[in-house]
């Protein structure tokens, strides 16, 4: 049996224990799954300090709503998609654009290759232009409409499936990856309209 599904039979054994009141099972729960959590608390406020914040509401809320887990998806989709909710939430409440600093681990053969520099022998003209390719990237990102965006943040944390993805923001895994193939398309189309090729 895989450590997935080892994982996932766990899952069910602990939220079990914690429906009846055993604290330290829900502390397993969390320990399991906080890395989780904040990555896709951070894909979508951007701030780690903020993401702290998503996080930990997330899991009251979780801990709250324990009885409403009906267990049609595996425990972990179901609490990315509560952190998904108060990411949002907190997102729309700040009352002001986040900034999202990105560093993008490029696929083979995409455009964003060029944004890998050695740590040692480049020139300040090449520091320079990373500096200017990494603020383009950021507001091509930000012209994304949301449900691009969103999709194409939370899938660079190469942290969430396509399906989990899918179910923290209420789409099916394949409009999900159309969503990240079509975001990467803006955003190499953005970069190319301000000279960035």
Do not use: C
Not at 95 to 109: K, L, N, P, T, Y
Not at 120 to 132: F, I, R, Y
Not at 145 to 157: I, K, M, S, V
Not at 172 to 180: E, F, N, Q, S
């Amino acid at each position: 049996m895989s450590n997935l599904h080892v994982n996932a039979g766990d899952d069910v054994e602990l939220v079990a224990r914690a429906r009846e009141g055993d604290a330290t099972a829900f502390d397993q729960l969390v320990e399991r799954h906080q890395a989780a959590v904040h990555r896709a608390a951070l894909a979508a406020v951007g701030s780690p300090a903020d993401a702290d914040d998503v996080a930990q509401d997330a899991f009251l809320q979780a801990y709250r709503r324990l009885h409403s887990f009906r267990g049609e998806s595996s425990f972990k989709t179901w609490l990315l998609t509560i952190t998904w909710n108060q990411a949002i939430n907190h997102r729309r409440s700040a009352g002001r654009w986040w900034r999202r600093f990105v560093s993008i681990e490029a696929e083979d053969g995409t455009p964003f290759e060029s944004l890998r520099f050695a740590a040692t022998g480049a020139t300040p003209e090449d520091l320079a232009a990373h500096g200017q390719l990494r603020d383009a990237v950021r507001q091509g990102i930000r012209a994304l409409p949301a449900t691009l965006r969103d999709a194409l943040l939370l899938a660079q944390t190469g942290e969430h499936s396509y399906e989990e993805i899918g179910a923290m923001v209420k789409a099916p895994a394949g409009t999900i990856k159309w969503r990240v193939f079509e975001a990467r398309k803006r955003v190499r189309q953005y970069l190319a309209a301000h000279g960035h090729k």
